[in-house]
């Protein structure tokens, strides 16, 4: 398929996980892709995998809570590529506690990298989509949203990105441009093995006791949910705007 043809994407914490995924299939549909992290290192490295595969890929150190830092990478994959078509905002951290046990800064943390980022990211793009009158959002939300035991933080936010998502579409929508949001239920990716590990289990168990209730009996894989983020940044989905598509297996 090449339905991201002379489509320039950003995908942020696109070292590993749901945002390499995401990267990935992003270029293997023709997409010039600014593969976004904190960490320039492995974002090279994972953008190196991409055109090692035939892709068009660059990889840029940034710091998404930084606004600074968002502008200036915004300016230099417009000024590499000629525009910018598509965002997907994946940076995240979690920093779970209870609330009675979470200070200040776990709070602050990660509704400043999981929420406000996004904010920052969807206001230096905008201009170029509307501009172009174009352009594809999609935003990382998550199962947790609902409400999850220790994770006070994460799920503010994480609900956060659910209302942020809603009121873009209706903003940038006259300008042709959607805003959608995926909420995954569990991943096998470095984030949720470092839970397992912080409540004192195994990757393999904790993914075993997670998919014990989930009716489709397993977890998924970063690739699955890459697949949903590039129907909604493709023109298949140019009708579906201001929604959040939960993708957990079935569990309700």
């Known amino acids: 398929m090449t339905r991201f043809a002379d489509r320039v994407a950003v995908v942020t914490g ?25 960490d320039a290192r492995r974002a090279r490295a994972v953008a190196d995998e991409i055109t090692a595969a035939g892709g068009r890929a660059v990889g840029i150190g940034c710091d998404v809570t930084d606004a600074g830092a968002v502008a200036a990478m915004t300016d230099q994959v417009v000024q590499a590529y000629g525009g910018l078509h598509v965002l997907v905002n994946n940076a ?10 979470m200070p200040l800064p776990e709070w602050e943390a990660v509704l400043t990298t999981n929420l406000t980022s996004m904010f920052l990211c969807c206001q230096a793009v905008q201009e170029h989509m509307v501009e172009a009158r174009y352009g594809r959002i999609v935003n990382l939300s998550s199962r947790s949203a609902l409400g999850n035991r220790g994770q006070v933080n994460y799920a503010a936010a994480k609900a956060g990105v659910q209302g942020l998502t ?7 929508g006259p300008f042709n441009v959607t805003v959608n949001a995926v909420a995954p239920g569990y991943v096998a990716t470095a984030m949720t093995a470092a839970t397992a590990e912080r409540v ?10 997670v998919a014990e209730h989930t009716p489709l009996r397993r977890v998924a894989q970063p690739a699955e949910i890459a697949s949903v983020i590039a129907f909604l940044a493709s023109d298949d989905a140019s009708y579906v705007s201001g929604q959040t598509l939960y993708v957990n297996g079935g569990a309700r």
């Not at 696109?14 to 904190?38: F, P, S």
């Open 92 to 101: 995240g951290i979690t920093r779970d506690n209870l609330l009675f046990r």
């Open 166 to 172: 809603a009121t873009l579409a209706v903003e940038l």
């Open 200 to 209: 004192g289990s195994s990757p393999e168990e904790h993914q075993r006791a």
């Open 14 to 38: 696109a070292a590993q996980g749901i945002g390499a995924a995401t990267a990935h299939r992003l270029a293997a549909e023709g997409a010039a892709v600014a593969v976004v992290d904190l």
